[in-house]
C-alpha cells in the first residue's frame, strides 16, 4: 500500500509541471536578435537617395552592409523583393509612455507638482511594457522624444527606442529641458481671463523665467569656481542648460511669443535652443530662419490658432517655415496616437512641404536637431539597424508595414489592436451559442 | 375690404414666408471626373449634372442647357459629399446636464449659423452633419442633422429639412460621473443606467396609454374625461416608442451596447444606431442582427479607461460582419478629414476603395434616415458633390470644391482666407488658442462636476 502510495507521489511529482504549463496556451512573440540579411528591397536612405533592388545587413544591432549581391552567411535572409526598407520615423515630441490611459489621474506621469521642476526624469517614468508602445512601432515609428509638461520648467524629456525591458535599454542619446515659455495666448475657448489679466500673467511668468535662469547662471559659476554648494537639483539641471550641455526646448506657439522668445534667446545667450510648437510659425518664418534656430513643429493635423485663419493653416505651416529656411522637424504631441506621424507628414507634403522633405522631417532632420544622426535618421552602413519595411509609401494609409527592426531587434508585428483584431473578426460562438 | 385686404396681405406673407424658407438650389456640370458613386462603382471620365440641386444625369459628353457653369474636372475625383453621423459643430451648447433624462431639449434651438467652423468642414468635404447633444445624461436631448449651406444668418436655412427626428442617449462613464459621482443621483453603475432608460420608456408607456384612453373618449357624448398634461418630455420618449425618433446611442462597452440592444428589442424599438462603439467589434453579429449600425472612430482609443481594451480594427471587424458602419468626427478638426479618417481602414484591416468611401457617404446616410437624399452619386439624389485632386482616400489628396445641392460653398483657388460671416466689433485683438476646442461631447458639463475628482477628458 505504501509502496502504491509512493508510486502515486512520483507519478504526480512528474505530472505536475506538466499539468501547470497546461494551463497556458498560446505562443509568445518576442522581440528576436541575431543577424538579418533584408534581401533586395528598394532602399530610402533619406541621405544617398533611393537604391534600387538592395541588400541591407543587419548584424550587432547595426546596419553592417549596404550592397547587391550580399552573402547571408549565417543570417536569417529575408526576400524584401517589391518592398520598400525606410529609416524608423521619429516623433519629436510625444507624451508616449508617460501616460497609459488619458483620464487617469493614477497613469498621468508627465505633470510633476511645482512650477520649476527640470530635475524631474521623463525616463524614469516611462513604462516600458505600456501597451502604447507596440501598438505605436507596428507601424514604423520607432524612437520618440517623450516629454513631460506642466508649469515654466517640467522636467527632462527623454529620447526613447520603442523596444526594451528597461528604460536604459530604450533610451536611445538624447535628453532635452523644456521650458514653456510665457504667452499671451489663450489657452482654450475655455480660458475666460481678460486681456489684461492674460498680459499680467505673461509679464509675471517671463520676470519668474528671467530670475530662474539668473539663479542658473550664478549656480553655473559657482559650480565653475567649485564652489561648496548645497544640494539644489534644479539649478543643477538647469545650469546644464545655461551651460549648453543640455538642449533648451522651448515650447511657444503665437508669433508674438515667438518673437519674443526668439529676442530672449539672443538676450540670454542660450547657446542649444530648439523651438516647439510653433503652430503661428507661418507668420515669423523669415524671422526664425534669420535667427537659425530649429523648430519641432506639430500636430499637422489641427484647428487653425485663429478664426480668421485660413482653414489649412495648420497643414501649411511645416512647409512654409522650411520654405523660409527654417530646419523643420515634425511632432505629433500624442501618446496613444503616435502611429500618425506618417499621416501628419503627409497632411504637410500635400499642403506644401513636398515628399521628401516631410520624410526628412520625421528621420534625419529630427536626428539631427538631437545630435544622433550618428546611429539614427537614414539608413547608412554603421548607423543602428532602426529601420522598417514596407510595401508601399507609409505616409499613405494603404500601405502596410512589413518587418520593424529596432536596434537590430526584430519586432513582433503584433500589438493589443492586433491581436483584438484577430480574435473578433470571426466570433465563436456567433450570434447563437450553437 | 378689409377682410380682402386682409386675405391678400395673408397669402403675400404666406408666399414670402415659404420663399423665405427656400433654401438655394443650384446648377452645375462637372465634367470628365472619375466618378466614385460609392453605390454603383467607379466610372471613368465621367460627367456629372446637377440641375435646380438635384443629381439629373449621369453620363458621358453630357451637354448644360443655357449659362450652367461647367466645372473641367478631368484628372480629378468627384464623389458624394462626406457625412457626419457624429458632431458638435455649429452648436452653442451640447449638454443639458441637469438630469438622467433631458429628451424634451432640442440642437435645433442652439444651432449657430456663424460657425466658421461650417467652412472649415465645407473645405475637407463634409456637407452634412448630425449635431448631437452631449452625452452627460443616459437619454440626452433631441439632435439635428445640418446640411451646411454657409452664409446664411438664419440657423433654420441649415437645418436638413428631409432628415427623421434623431436622439441621444448616452451609456458607461460619462452618465455615470455626471450624475452618480457628480449629483450622487442614479445612475452611478452601468445597472442604473439601465434602470433609467427602462423608467423612462415604461414611464412614456404609461403616458401614451393615457392620451389613448382619452383620445379613445374624446369625442363621445356625455364623456367627463379631461386630457392629460402634455409633457414634451414624455412625448418624446413615446414618440421613440413609436419608432419616429432614430436612437444614436454614445457607448464603448460591449456589455452596454448588448445591455441597450436588450432593452429596445423589449420595448419593440429598432431605430438604434451606436455612437464610438469602441467595443462594438466583440458584439458585431448582435449589431449587424438588431441595430441600424455602428458609428465609430477611426482609430481613437486609451483616452479613458472604457476604451482602453478597443482597436483601430473596430470598423474593419463591424464591416466583415455586416453591420452598417460609418466613421464619425466628433471632433471640429477631425469633421475636416473624414476621408483620411475613413483611409485609415486599408492600413487596419483592409478594408476595399468601396468600403472605405461608404464609411463617410451612403452608410452615415443610412444611419441618419436620409440615404434616399443623399449618399452616393445617384440620379435623382441632391447635389452634394466634392472634387478631390487625388483619390480621396490617399493622403495627398486636397478637396478642391465642395457643392450642397448644386451650389458651390468652398472653391480652393477662389475662396479668401478668412471665412467669418461675423466679426465681433468689440474684439480689439482676436484671440490665439493654443489648443482650439474639437473636442465637445462632454462640454458643458463642468459645473457638475466640481465634487467629482479631476474633469479633463471630453468624450
Partial sequence: MRKINLTIYVLLFFLLPVLSYGQIEGEVLKPEGGSFLLRGATVVTVTNGILENTDVLISNGKISNIGTGLSASGATEIDCSGQFIYPGMIDSGTRLGLVEVGSLAETQDYSEIGNVTPNMQALTAINPNSVSIPVTRVSGVTTVLSVPSGGLFPGTAALINLNGYTPDQMYTGFNGVPMNFPTSARRGRWDRRSDDEIKKDAEKALKDINDIWERASTYMKLEDAEADLQYYPEMQQLAKVVRGELPLLIEVNKAEDIKNALKWIKEKAVQNAILTGVSEGFRVADEIAAADVPVITGPVLALPSRSSDRYDAAYTNPGKMLEAGVKVAIRTSDAENVRNLPFNAGFAAAYGMGKEEALKAITIVPAEIFGVDDHLGSIEEGKSATLFISDGDPFETSTQIMHVFIDGYKIPMTSRHIRLYQEFLERNPGLEKH | ?459
Avoid at chain 2, 74 to 85: N, R, S, V, Y
Avoid at chain 2, 167 to 183: M, Q, S
Avoid at chain 2, 369 to 395: A, T
Fill in chain 2, 1 to 459: 375690404m378689409k377682410k380682402f385686404t386682409y386675405i391678400m396681405l395673408s397669402i403675400v406673407l404666406f408666399g414670402a414666408k415659404s420663399l423665405y424658407a427656400q433654401t438655394p438650389k443650384g446648377d452645375v456640370l462637372i465634367q470628365n471626373a472619375t466618378v466614385l458613386t460609392v453605390t454603383q462603382g467607379t466610372l471613368e471620365e465621367t460627367d456629372v449634372l446637377v440641375e435646380d440641386g438635384i443629381i439629373k444625369k449621369i453620363g458621358k459628353d453630357l451637354s448644360a442647357s443655357g449659362n450652367i457653369e461647367t466645372i473641367d474636372a478631368t484628372g480629378k475625383f468627384l464623389m458624394p459629399g462626406i457625412i457626419d453621423a457624429h458632431s458638435h459643430l455649429a452648436l452653442d451648447v451640447v449638454n443639458e446636464a441637469s438630469a438622467p433624462i433631458t429628451a424634451q431639449v432640442s440642437m435645433a434651438d442652439v444651432v449657430n449659423p456663424f460657425d466658421v467652423g461650417i467652412y472649415r468642414a465645407l473645405a475637407g468635404g463634409t456637407t452634412v452633419a448630425h449635431g448631437l447633444h452631449g452625452s452627460a445624461n443616459a437619454i440626452g436631448g433631441q439632435s439635428i442633422t445640418m446640411k451646411f449651406r454657409y452664409g446664411t444668418s438664419n440657423p433654420e436655412d441649415i437645418f436638413m429639412k428631409e432628415a427623421p427626428r434623431t436622439i441621444k442617449f448616452a451609456l458607461g462613464e460619462n452618465p455615470t460621473r455626471v450624475h452618480g459621482r457628480g449629483k450622487n443621483i442614479q445612475p452611478r453603475t452601468r445597472m442604473g443606467v439601465e434602470a433609467i432608460i427602462r423608467n423612462g420608456f415604461a414611464e412614456a408607456q404609461q403616458y401614451k396609454k393615457a392620451w389613448e384612453s382619452y383620445n379613445s373618449v374624446k369625442g363621445k357624448k356625455n364623456n367627463t374625461a379631461t386630457p392629460p398634461t402634455y409633457d414634451l418630455r414624455l412625448q418624446t420618449l413615446a414618440d421613440i416608442l413609436d419608432g419616429k425618433i432614430i436612437i444614436h446611442c454614445h457607448s464603448y462597452r460591449a456589455d452596454e451596447i448588448y445591455m441597450l440592444i436588450n432593452v429596445c428589442r423589449d420595448f419593440g424599438v429598432d431605430k438604434l444606431v451606436f455612437t464610438h462603439v469602441n467595443e462594438g467589434f466583440k458584439v458585431a453579429p448582435e449589431l449587424a442582427k438588431y441595430t441600424m449600425g455602428a458609428s465609430v472612430f477611426s482609430d481613437w482609443w486609451a483616452y479613458k479607461f472604457e476604451v482602453y481594451y478597443s482597436t483601430a480594427y473596430n470598423a474593419a471587424i463591424l464591416m466583415e460582419n455586416d453591420v452598417v458602419t460609418s466613421i464619425n468626427s466628433d471632433s471640429d478638426e477631425l469633421i475636416r478629414h473624414l476621408y483620411h479618417e475613413a483611409a485609415k481602414t486599408q492600413r487596419y484591416g483592409g478594408l476595399t476603395d468601396e468600403q472605405a468611401l461608404s464609411l463617410i457617404t451612403i452608410n452615415p446616410a443610412k444611419q441618419l434616415g436620409i440615404d434616399e437624399f443623399v449618399g452616393s452619386i445617384e440620379e435623382g439624389k441632391q447635389g452634394d458633390l466634392v472634387i478631390f485632386d487625388h483619390h480621396p482616400l490617399s493622403v495627398y489628396a486636397v478637396p478642391q470644391m465642395t457643392f450642397i445641392d448644386g451650389v458651390k460653398y468652398f472653391d480652393i483657388n477662389e475662396d479668401e482666407d478668412d471665412q467669418r460671416i461675423k466679426v465681433s466689433p468689440t474684439e480689439m485683438v482676436e484671440p490665439v488658442y493654443l489648443k482650439a476646442e474639437d473636442e465637445r461631447c462632454m462640454h458643458g458639463v463642468e459645473l457638475f462636476m466640481q465634487e467629482a475628482a479631476a474633469f479633463n477628458h471630453t468624450h
